[in-house]
């Protein structure tokens, strides 16, 4: 081959190539991300919306329903799923094919959601809709104690959203930071309903006083040039009193001025304090309480290296926390990323070390033996050159990859090699025995690499979830393979015309007598085995129908086998931590929920191997959405190399953990194990959609999922098929009497507003606090909602000015519904 020659007689060229292709890679090698698994992730869009004091039907039909319309269909959308709970949350998680570019995507979802806007409860427009791009890929969570309780959990709270949660965000590596258990502060007015229907003074009226007073003034300049020149020497801003700063402030707000000239403020009728602008879930710390900070990968970033950069920011910030603040990562799943990858980096030299050794053996001469292993770093490193370009990264898979690409890289060198010291025995030149050896073997070295391509490219082409993540692992072997064929074509050839001696025989020294009595002992051996095996193959050989009859009972056998062996994805790996998804019955509050998880956890906890836990109460882990009755745990193992020796698996604390609670009658308790895949579900195993396409109703949903579900554990292969969907929440249902209402002159818009005000947490504007922005709140104060008997105490106004009991114009019965309506691609579902 004219390629092989023109190189055989260029050695220094054909080392040049080499080592540039080597450095290109070990330069890619450091760029290279690195991670468990190839990112295969879809990307995903959130949309997250409020309607305070809505249940669930409401939100889904309400908010959800118009905006799912103008997002269905954009383009790349693979499917679209959403949440509404009872606390009038939203959110609705649109997923994309694999490579969508995710700031596109998001400006997509932007645009049709900016189409529904205006279709939206005026509440959920004053509350604003944000759209933003998320990862699912938790990279560690940060937890803010103050060991001590020195610190209360809003000012943590309050702490960690302008002092640690933007910092992080700024890392590289990371694409989202959430704080879980946060008391955001808002400015919070709780209202007396029966002072203000004292004082003549309606719902409406006390947040219409502060909207009106609580604003943002642009008061303009003096002295701002016309179209004539005054001569003016200054020019000055004029500043006036607009947003209110304080609760004395807000307290003041005049919201009537009487003909005697009395004025009511709002101090007359509410109380106001810098609050929270939520209650209703708790985090803790292995028992202690804890403002949860879960920073999300960035996809396609190196995990490890940004999982450092989190705990060293972690560090220098906690050089200024505040006295009784301190900062704890317990659950950090890049610990298990590292340990598989280094696992792996183990294999790969113990690989390389083996092939080298076999090399040595065989070949039995060291500068025969230096050629084929000077092509294993050259084609691996070299490899890292095409994978950086592709996107792709350093994990199990294309290390997996370069693993059985030792054997394949060094076969075509070893071929080059025995060719030539083939020639060299026939009398030839070490130049002479190249050029021959490589006119000989260059036809049958690029077929094997070509055979080999065969084998592996075509597993770029499978679609879906499972063509995404082995498709790094073809391309890594076969990028390997092909640099291997060059380097056999150019640096091997060269090389060996350049150390390769003739057969003279002689001239030995010592070490050379000792090496040549030791290979021909190993040569002995070998060759009675291979004499062995020829007598075998002989044998066998007169006697066909044996064989066949054999070599079909093999066939069979690994049929049956291959029918019989379990089928999955990817294996099950202990990865140091599970969770415990807490149920209780529907409608429980979130006060009872933590006792119900405190004593799971005084359980759990004290079981060897556990080594401590992250616990949100007030949050259901399956659907990650909030509900008081719901809460999770996530446990957190010891090392695992600590709980080899001593046989604690995964399997067997997950047990442990079940034995340890399975008599706390309070609640439903299921322990799963951690998704396979970290950024896919939230445990492990599959999720199935129940949908209903025909509208028959939640209570028949509800019916044939549970049909479903029954049937599926009954089915061998599946265990533990479960869903959390239920329509017995119980709620008042409040039956506006409209015939009634109209006679009374109270118009039905008023009876709602009160309402909202007083139960739900009206929205009324913003504040300024430490440089951002935080919400103001109208609601009734807790000892006036507690009761129905307190939902008909409540007032407003009739058109003839006299203040109405709700309990006039309506009545209140008991209601069961379900607190979380989820809905796939438009279609109420259950999710199992």
Do not use: C
């Amino acid at each position: 081959m004219r390629l092989s020659r023109f190189f055989i007689t260029r050695p220094i060229f054909a080392s040049v190539i080499a080592i540039i292709i080597t450095i290109i890679g070990a330069i890619a090698y450091f760029a290279l991300p690195v991670s468990q698994y190839p990112d295969i992730v879809p990307p995903t869009v959130t949309v997250t919306a409020a309607y305070p004091g809505a249940s669930a039907e409401t939100v889904a039909e309400t908010v959800a329903a118009p905006i799912e319309q103008e997002i269905n269909g954009v383009d790349g959308m693979l499917y679209m799923s959403s949440q509404s709970t009872g606390d009038g949350l939203l959110t609705i998680t649109v997923t994309f094919k694999q490579g969508t570019d995710l700031d596109a995507a998001q400006v997509l979802v932007q645009n049709r959601v900016a189409v529904a806007i205006p279709r939206l409860p005026e509440q959920t427009q004053r509350a604003g809709v944000v759209t933003r791009k998320t990862s699912p890929d938790f990279l560690l969570i940060v937890n803010l104690i103050s060991p001590d309780h020195s610190l209360d959990r809003g000012y943590i709270s309050n702490y960690a959203l302008t002092q640690v949660r933007d910092r992080l965000a700024r890392l590289d590596g990371v694409g989202d930071v959430r704080l879980f258990g946060s008391r955001d502060y808002a400015m919070r007015v709780w209202i007396d309903p029966n002072r203000a229907a004292a004082l003549d003074l309606t719902a409406g009226e006390i947040v219409a006083a502060l909207r009106a007073q609580n604003v943002q003034v642009a008061a303009g300049t003096l002295g701002q040039p016309g179209s004539s020149n005054t001569g003016q020497a200054f020019q000055l801003n004029v500043e006036t009193q607009g947003r209110l700063k304080d609760p004395a402030q807000f307290a003041n707000v005049i919201i009537r001025t009487d003909p005697d000239g009395r004025q009511v403020r709002v101090s007359d009728v509410a109380r106001v304090e810098l609050g929270a602008a939520d209650y209703n879930s708790n985090t803790y710390l292995s028992g202690d309480p804890t403002v949860i900070t879960a920073v999300f990968q960035r996809p396609g970033s190196n995990a490890l290296a940004a999982a450092r950069a989190v705990e060293h920011e972690m560090q220098v910030m906690s050089k200024g926390f505040p006295k009784g603040l301190e900062y704890r990562v317990i659950y950090n799943p890049t610990e298990f990323i590292a340990q598989s990858i280094d696992a792996v980096y183990h294999t790969l030299g113990e690989a390389i070390l083996l092939v080298v050794l076999v090399v040595i053996v065989f070949l039995q001469k060291w500068r025969a033996a230096v050629i084929p292993v000077v092509a294993i770093p050259v084609s691996l490193i070299g490899t890292m050159a095409i994978l950086l370009p592709l996107g792709y990264s350093l994990n199990n898979l294309s290390l997996f990859g370069l693993v059985l690409a030792i054997g394949i890289v060094v076969d075509d060198a070893i071929v080059v090699v025995e060719n030539v010291e083939r020639n060299l025995s026939h009398g030839m030149t070490p130049l002479e025995a190249a050029r021959t050896s490589m006119d000989e073997v260059s036809g049958a070295l690029v077929a094997i690499v070509l055979v080999l391509l065969a084998v592996f490219l075509p597993t770029l082409f499978l679609n879906g979830l499972s063509g995404a993540f082995y498709k790094q692992f073809a391309v890594t072997i076969s990028a390997a393979t092909a640099i291997s064929l060059l380097v056999s074509l150019t640096l091997s050839p060269a090389l060996a015309a350049l150390l390769l001696k003739g057969h003279e025989g002689g001239n030995e020294g010592p070490v050379g007598r000792v090496v040549t009595r030791a290979a021909d002992a190993f040569n002995r051996g070998f060759e009675r085995l291979s004499n062995g095996y020829s007598r075998l193959t002989r044998t066998l050989v007169m006697r066909p129908k044996r064989m066949m009859v054999a070599y079909a009972g093999l066939i069979a056998a690994t049929v049956a086998m291959l029918w019989a062996t379990p089928v999955g994805f990817i294996p099950a790996q202990d990865q140091a931590h599970f969770l415990t998804v807490i149920q209780l019955p529907p409608g429980s509050s979130t006060a009872r929920t933590d006792a119900v998880m405190k004593k799971v956890a005084a359980r759990v906890l004290k079981i060897p191997g556990i080594k401590g836990s992250v616990m949100l109460s007030g949050f259901d882990g399956p659907s990650e959405t909030r509900a008081a009755s719901s809460a999770a745990a996530y446990w957190v193992l010891d090392d695992f190399k600590t709980r080899a020796a001593k046989g604690e698996t995964l399997a067997k604390l997950m047990d442990d953990a079940r034995k340890a609670t399975s008599d706390i009658s309070e609640a439903r308790l299921m322990v799963v194990a951690p998704p396979l895949i970290r950024g896919i579900g939230s445990a492990g195993g599959y999720r199935l959609m129940i949908e209903d396409r025909d509208g028959a109703g939640y209570a028949e949903l509800e019916k044939q999922a549970n049909a479903v579900i029954a049937k599926a554990n009954q089915t061998k292969g599946l265990q533990a098929v479960y869903t959390f969907f239920e329509t017995a929440t119980p709620r008042v249902f409040a039956d506006i009497d409209r015939a009634k209402a109209d006679m009374i002159g109270v118009p039905p818009s008023r009876v709602f507003e009160t309402l909202q005000v007083y139960l739900g947490s009206a929205f009324v504007n913003d504040f300024n606090l430490l440089g951002r922005t935080f919400h103001v709140t109208a609601q009734a104060d807790a000892p006036y909602r507690r009761t129905i008997a307190d939902i008909a105490n409540l007032q407003t106004r009739s058109n003839s000015g006299e203040m109405v009991p709700l309990g006039s114009v309506a009545t209140f019965r008991d209601k069961t519904g379900p607190y979380r309506v989820t809905r796939y691609n438009l279609a109420p579902a259950v999710a199992a």
